[in-house]
């Protein structure tokens, strides 16, 4: 890799823009000032960075928060039975934990821009970890207030790293393939969805009374819920145990960065500059937070959804492979998301699975038996490309306010907490008819991708050097 010798700013109509130079350009030319080159010479192309490992372990990090929040969907129906909860009172685990996005995106774009990218990952990495710890005494106490609070702290270290690692991978490379490069980064965040139910289905719902037991509303004792709120012990160990042992090999490996003269410019230049300006990334926001009550209302009812007797009629351990398969269906969508996205125009996609989410929701809504739980299961494919690619057209031509306006959309996962809406809506006309819910927010995510997405006010867009 070669280091950079030389940063030069132009200001072009009030914008700073870094042009990074190389010792083989360097040398191109200054040879060319002193002798002009032989007839037929080729030019020298630009130097291309290869970010293949950056890239890596990026992917690493995104597969353990995917897998760490999607395994909420686990408990969910699990900690419904062990505390004889209503599907209101059980969402309040999601209701809790898309809070700390809310209140905690803001000051971590902060931290982010005062640390940098890789010192920010890390702590998150940490901090997730030792979050994973505090679901130990909360199932040692059963306690549901505890366990609350363990998803809370879990929350806002995930939300560092998505305030950290979207908008980094979005700005290696070129604008044109900031999309497809999200997409395919955020597949390993799908796989790590698409295996936590698996294993949460093994090791939480496949050692516990109520995950077992087919009966809705069996009678469970005192006792069977307290050994239930235990199973939970040793998934959240292991987990503590994977991302200490991710955040280390963060810390080792050497990720490019935002060069501190490009960071210096940024700071001077967001003075001039107003987000509140930029369409795609103001109606991005609410696209981002409908999208989020829509995915996590789907995903966290799922398991009941399935093991409904006019739907698939088995106990929820049964049912947590087809959750499995809602997250795999995302996996596999965003691997070929990424390939589409080079070839055709991110927001006609974006359009496309909004039509299809909408379709599949409602097909859910009025059918029943293997139809409906298809149908439902069958979102997860739509649902794929979605977020990454609301994310990377709200940040499109944001420039040095990209890590402020990332802030803003992963503030906007917060939206996440408004799926107890649709606990709500299941506990007073059913489960089924709650998926009304989901099917009004793809109607936006429509809107935007058909208009709200075009930027305006577009800025010069950021580079990454090492």
């Known amino acids: 890799m070669q280091p950079i010798l030389k940063v030069i700013h132009i200001d072009v109509k009030n914008t700073t823009i870094q042009r990074y130079r190389t010792p083989l350009q360097n040398a191109h030319t200054d040879s060319s000032r002193k002798a002009p080159l032989p007839a037929g010479t080729p030019p020298l192309p630009p ?60 000051p971590a774009a902060k931290l982010l821009e005062r640390i940098g990218y ?71 965040n799908s796989a790590g969805t698409a295996v936590a139910p698996l294993f949460g289905g093994l090791l939480i719902l496949g050692r516990s009374v109520s995950g077992t037991t087919l009966a809705a509303g069996a009678a469970i004792s005192a006792q069977q819920r307290a050994s239930d709120a235990r199973a939970v012990v040793l998934p959240y160990l292991l987990m503590a145990a994977v991302l200490l042992a991710l955040a280390c090999l963060v810390w080792r490996v050497r990720l490019p960065d935002v060069g501190g003269e490009a960071r210096r410019a940024a700071r001077a230049e967001r003075s001039k500059h107003s987000l509140w300006r930029h369409r795609n990334l103001v109606l991005g926001v609410p696209a981002i937070a409908l999208y989020l009550v829509a995915e996590i209302g789907i995903g966290s009812t799922l398991v009941n959804f399935v093991s409904g007797p006019k739907i698939g009629n088995m106990d929820h351990a049964r049912a947590a492979h087809y959750l499995s398969l809602f997250w795999g269906g995302a996996m596999l969508g965003r691997f070929l998301g990424a390939w589409l996205l080079r070839r055709m125009a991110a927001d006609r996609l974006l359009a496309g699975v909004s039509v299809g989410a909408l379709v599949l929701a409602l097909t859910a809504v009025v059918t029943e038996g293997p139809l409906a739980m298809w149908s439902l299961i069958a979102v997860g494919v739509c649902h794929s490309i979605m977020f990454p690619t609301i994310f990377t057209l709200g940040i499109k031509g944001l420039g040095p306010l990209t890590e402020e306006g990332s802030g803003l959309l992963i503030m906007a996962i917060s939206g996440g907490a408004l799926a107890a809406l649709q606990g709500v809506m299941a506990d007073r006309v059913g489960l089924q008819l709650s998926y009304l819910l989901p099917a009004a927010c793809y109607v936006y995510v429509l809107f935007y991708a058909a208009w709200g997405s075009r930027p305006t006010n577009a800025l010069a867009e950021e580079e990454l050097t090492r």
């Open 47 to 106: 130097a291309r960075e290869n970010y293949t490992v950056a890239l890596t372990v990026l992917a690493s990090v995104f597969f353990m928060w995917g897998f760490a929040t999607v395994l909420n969907d686990i408990l969910v129906p699990h900690l419904k039975s062990v505390f004889e909860l209503g599907y209101g009172q059980s969402l309040l685990i999601q209701f809790v934990f898309y809070l700390g996005y809310l209140l905690m995106a803001l």
């Open 118 to 188: 890789r010192p920010a990952v890390v702590a998150g990495l940490i901090g997730m970890a030792l979050a994973a710890v505090c679901f130990v005494p909360a199932a040692l106490s059963a306690s549901y207030g505890v366990f609350l609070l363990a998803f809370f702290l879990l929350a806002s270290s995930i939300t560092l790293l998505q305030v950290a690692a979207n908008p980094y991978v979005a700005v290696i490379g070129t604008p044109q393939t900031a999309s497809s490069r999200l997409n395919l980064v955020q597949a390993f």
